[in-house]
Nanobody, 124 residues
Framework: QVQLVESGGGLVQAGGSLKLSCVVS????????MGWFRQAPGKERTFVAA??????????YYADAVEGRFTISRDNAKNTVYLQMNSLKPEDTAVYYC???????????????WGQGTQVTVSS
C-alpha cells in the first residue's frame, strides 16, 4: 500500500514562491513516477508536473502553464517529491495533489495513488 501526504501550501502574494512537499510511504517509492496535479473550484483536475523514477533523479515533464516557473524534484532517500513554485500567479490558485503512477504519464487516470491535497492561494 502506498500513502502520500502533502504539505507546504498556503497563502502567498502574486510573484511569490512556495515549495510543496509530498512524503510517500512504501518501500518502492523510487520505482514510481510522481506527479503533481491541481484542481481549482469548479474545474477539472489538471496535470502540473511529473518526474519519472531513476536513481539519478528522473526525467521531468511540465504543463505549459507552469514551464519555467515550477520545478519538480525528488529525494529517493527521503521518499519525498517536491514542487518549487516561483513567480506565482492568481491563476495558480488551486488544491494541489501529489500522485504516484507505475508509469510515466500526464493523465490523472494513470495515477493509482493520491494524497489528500494542499491548498495554494495566490492573491493579486
Amino acid at each position: 500500500q502506498v500513502q502520500l501526504v502533502e504539505s507546504g501550501g498556503g497563502l502567498v502574494q502574486a510573484g511569490g514562491s512556495l515549495k510543496l512537499s509530498c512524503v510517500v510511504s512504501g518501500r518502492t517509492f523510487s520505482s514510481y513516477t510522481m506527479g503533481w496535479f491541481r484542481q481549482a473550484p469548479g474545474k477539472e483536475r489538471t496535470f502540473v508536473a511529473a518526474i519519472t523514477w531513476s536513481w539519478s533523479g528522473g526525467g521531468t515533464y511540465y504543463a505549459d502553464a507552469v514551464e519555467g516557473r515550477f520545478t519538480i524534484s525528488r529525494d529517493n532517500a527521503k521518499n519525498t517529491v517536491y514542487l518549487q513554485m516561483n513567480s506565482l500567479k492568481p491563476e495558480d490558485t488551486a488544491v494541489y495533489y501529489c500522485a504516484a503512477s507505475r508509469r510515466p504519464s500526464m493523465s490523472p487516470g494513470e495515477y493509482g495513488y493520491w494524497g489528500q491535497g494542499t491548498q495554494v492561494t495566490v492573491s493579486s
